[in-house]
């Protein structure tokens, strides 16, 4: 379910990738009716059972989500590598947001799976 407050935040945000935010947001929030959103280290955050990914606003040259523990999920497209166990998925169009879509959501459906089972 969408939050109020990620929608205020959201429309009050100057970002050249806003409109690719909310493409994202909209991916991830199709995923599953039981995945939340919160505004929380600086930006929109999804959770279910656990912090799944935040946006990072503080990025200007692209759409980028910090999955938070990257390192349990499936190297899929969507996903490159980070430090301290976290992946990140960067969109730099809406074009690549499309290629991209379907890894995304099932990234989104495997994180769901694994807190499913613990």
Same mark, same amino acid.
Request: cysteine-free.
């Given at each position: 379910?969408?939050s109020?407050?990620?929608d205020?935040?959201?429309?009050?945000?100057?970002?050249?990738?806003?409109?690719?935010?909310?493409?994202?947001r909209?991916?991830?929030?199709?995923?599953?009716?039981?995945?939340?959103?919160?505004?929380k280290?600086?930006?929109?955050?999804?959770?279910?059972k656990?912090d799944? +990914?935040? /946006? *990072?606003?503080?990025i200007?040259d692209? @759409?980028?989500?910090?999955?938070? &523990?990257?390192?349990?999920?499936?190297g899929?497209?969507a996903?490159?590598?980070?430090?301290?166990?976290?992946?990140? +998925?960067? /969109? *730099?169009?809406?074009?690549?947001i499309? @290629?991209?879509?379907e890894?995304? &959501?099932?990234?989104?459906?495997?994180?769901?799976?694994?807190?499913?089972?613990?």
């Amino acid at each position: 379910m969408s939050s109020k407050k990620v929608d205020d935040f959201l429309s009050g945000l100057t970002h050249p990738f806003k409109e690719e935010m909310q493409t994202i947001r909209k991916i991830i929030m199709e995923v599953d009716t039981a995945i939340t959103e919160e505004v929380k280290w600086g930006g929109p955050s999804f959770y279910y059972k656990g912090d799944i +990914a935040t /946006f *990072s606003p503080r990025i200007k040259d692209q @759409a980028v989500l910090v999955f938070h &523990r990257g390192e349990m999920l499936s190297g899929r497209t969507a996903l490159e590598p980070a430090p301290k166990g976290k992946a990140y +998925a960067k /969109f *730099s169009n809406m074009a690549e947001i499309e @290629a991209k879509s379907e890894d995304l &959501r099932a990234v989104i459906k495997e994180w769901i799976q694994l807190m499913d089972e613990t």
